[in-house]
C-alpha cells in the first residue's frame, strides 16, 4: 500500500492512444480505459476520480491498482 499526493500526473487524451501515470512517494501507476487490464482502469479524460495533487490512499500489486481511496478534498499547500 502507498499514500500521499498525486505526483506527476499524465492524463490519457480523450481519444485514448496514450497510457494515464501519475506516481505517489515515487510508486509509478499507469492505466487505460482502451486497455483491458485488472484493476483500477478509468482514465480521467473518461471521468476518472484522479487529479494532481490529490491526497489518495492505493493498494496495488505490481502496477495494478487493487484498491483506490481519493480524498474528496485537494491538499491545501
Same mark, same amino acid.
Given at each position: 500500500m502507498v499514500e500521499g499526493v498525486v505526483e506527476n500526473f499524465d492524463p490519457?487524451?480523450?481519444?485514448?492512444?496514450?497510457?494515464?501515470?501519475f506516481t505517489v512517494k515515487g510508486v509509478k501507476f499507469e492505466y487505460s480505459d482502451? !486497455? !483491458?487490464?485488472?484493476?483500477?482502469?478509468?482514465?480521467?479524460?473518461q471521468g476518472g476520480p484522479i487529479r494532481g495533487g490529490l491526497p489518495v490512499r492505493i493498494s496495488y500489486t505490481g502496477n495494478t491498482i487493487l484498491k483506490l481511496e481519493v480524498s474528496k !478534498?485537494?491538499?491545501?499547500?
Open positions: 490519457m487524451p480523450a481519444s485514448g492512444h496514450k497510457m494515464e501515470s482502451f !486497455v !483491458v487490464t485488472p484493476g483500477f482502469n478509468n482514465a480521467a479524460s !478534498v485537494a491538499r491545501m499547500e
